[in-house]
């Protein structure tokens, strides 16, 4: 039994000997504070000025533990003769961090970048509804996010970068005079062929306008007058006594002389 407890002894006291040795890596907190990663996920803060109540955030969160409120307010026109617009302002924005899992799909879909990762932890308290924070403490954080990675040089340029750097469109008539395009030039088509119009008559000879002679016009005479007889209608043809109404009128037979003969 000795020959069992020996070993174990002498394996023991060497692993305290080489734990001596060591540098312990205990933080003694919260009198030292740890060394984060820098993109450590630790609290969401919040940008109010980029925050336009569109709520995707809220509809997104697989908890449902962010609650916003806003209201419309009309904007004046920028331009005289301009349309007034309307705005959302934001009047809350609560995270409850009570039920927050940090999945950060709420800071993945905000297009405005208006929610941020922040290291800070430091936000424990004694009763779980105070864990409901509203806009001023998201705030508060945003000092403590830190400045995004830089991008690789090779990237493409982001597109939020490109829509900055573009030129408003009353500057670009004025200043891209020289890399204004060439003109298209389109080439000329082939003129139709013109319809064939009949020549006009010679002009009359002036020498035989002397030999033209105008026969005077006379009117016809009462004699030369014919009038037409006008030829009354004939009677329909007399229906025999007999025949019903209706019935077609027996049509005359004619004998020629030959037939005659032979009768």
Request: hydrophobic fraction near 35%.
């Amino acid at each position: 039994m000795a020959d069992g407890i020996l070993p174990g002894l002498v394996k023991g006291m060497a692993t305290t000997a080489r734990s001596l040795t060591r540098h312990a890596h205990t933080a003694e907190y919260p009198d030292v504070s740890p060394a984060l990663p820098s993109r450590s996920r630790g609290v969401i803060a919040l940008t109010e000025e980029n925050c336009t109540s569109c709520m995707l955030c809220a509809r997104e969160c697989p908890d449902w533990c962010i609650y916003i409120d806003s209201h419309k307010e009309e904007v004046a026109p920028t331009t005289p003769g301009g349309r007034a617009r309307q705005r959302n302002v934001l009047d809350r924005f609560a995270i409850d961090f009570s039920l927050c899992m940090y999945c950060g799909i709420c800071i993945e879909v905000c297009p405005f970048d208006a929610l941020h990762w922040s290291p800070e932890f430091e936000y424990a308290e004694l009763d779980i509804r105070d864990l409901l924070h509203e806009k001023d403490r998201l705030g508060a954080w945003m000092a403590t996010v830190p400045p995004p990675v830089a991008l690789d040089p090779g990237s493409a340029e982001p597109a939020e970068v490109a829509a900055a750097a573009k030129p408003a469109r009353g500057a670009g008539a004025t200043a891209g005079a020289a890399t204004a395009r060439p003109a298209r030039v389109r080439p000329a088509r082939a003129a139709a062929p013109a319809a064939a119009t009949p020549a006009d008559p010679p002009a009359p000879d002036p020498s035989h306008a002397q030999e033209t002679k105008t026969l005077p016009v006379t009117p016809p005479t009462s004699e030369q007058t014919q009038v037409l007889p006008t030829t009354p209608p004939s009677p329909p043809p007399a229906t025999p006594t007999g025949t019903p109404p209706g019935t077609p009128p027996a049509t005359p037979t004619t004998t020629s002389p030959e037939q005659e003969g032979r009768e």
